[in-house]
């Protein structure tokens, strides 16, 4: 489970992210499902490159089973940052194919 749950965190924030990106620039959107999915792929990318970037290494669950609250925020942080910018580039590659 230590290794699952950074992962589902990144999975959910990043589909959070490109629906985020998706609702604020309309004529990129994929649509709600095209957003999470794009998001969500981002945001798993997103994370394992930039989640340990940003905590130096840090496990989410610590040696003593508690949970680091800056590891936390990061995988969320880079989940997201993640599925929004996926969810940007794919959009502009689908607005670029369509014209």
Do not use: Y
């Amino acid at each position: 489970m230590e290794t699952l749950l950074p992962l589902i965190i990144q999975l959910v924030s990043g589909a959070l992210g490109g629906n985020v990106a998706g609702s604020l620039l309309k004529n990129i959107s994929l649509g709600t499902l095209g957003n999470s999915i794009a998001g969500a792929v981002g945001g798993g990318l997103g994370g394992t490159l930039l989640g340990p970037l940003l905590t130096g290494g840090a496990p989410l669950i610590g040696a003593e089973g508690g949970l680091d609250v800056m590891a936390l925020v990061s995988q969320l942080v880079s989940g997201g940052a993640g599925g929004g910018l996926a969810t940007v580039v794919v959009g502009l590659i689908r607005s670029m194919l369509a014209k």
